[in-house]
């Protein structure tokens, strides 16, 4: 397998995470894409950044395809929102 460099961070965990066991576990990352992966919680704070974030992809996108990249959104999600998928699908930014 061919390693590629990246950089991470987290934002808030708990412990047991780093202790779960997922003996089938692939990871969902395609080939000959640079993949970004937002694992973590979404609450009504976060909505407007979110949005201006997908908003601007959505303006680079226009300008200039963005074919070789994937956003992963890995959390909680909130029953009280739109999804994150919904409002990237909104701005036009779905999967191709």
Do not use: C
């Not at 640079?34 to 226009?62: C, E, M």
């Amino acid at each position: 397998m061919q390693t590629v460099p990246s950089v991470t961070f987290q934002m808030g965990f708990s412990r047991r995470d780093h202790f779960i066991n997922l003996p089938d576990f692939h990871p969902p990352f395609k080939q000959g894409k640079r993949s970004y992966v937002y694992a973590g919680a979404y609450s009504p704070n976060w909505t407007p950044l979110f949005t201006l974030w997908l908003k601007a992809l959505a303006r680079i996108h226009q300008k200039n395809p963005l074919r070789d990249v994937e956003i992963l959104f890995i959390g909680t999600g909130n029953p009280e929102l739109h999804s994150l998928q919904s409002i990237a699908n909104g701005f036009g930014l779905m999967e191709s």
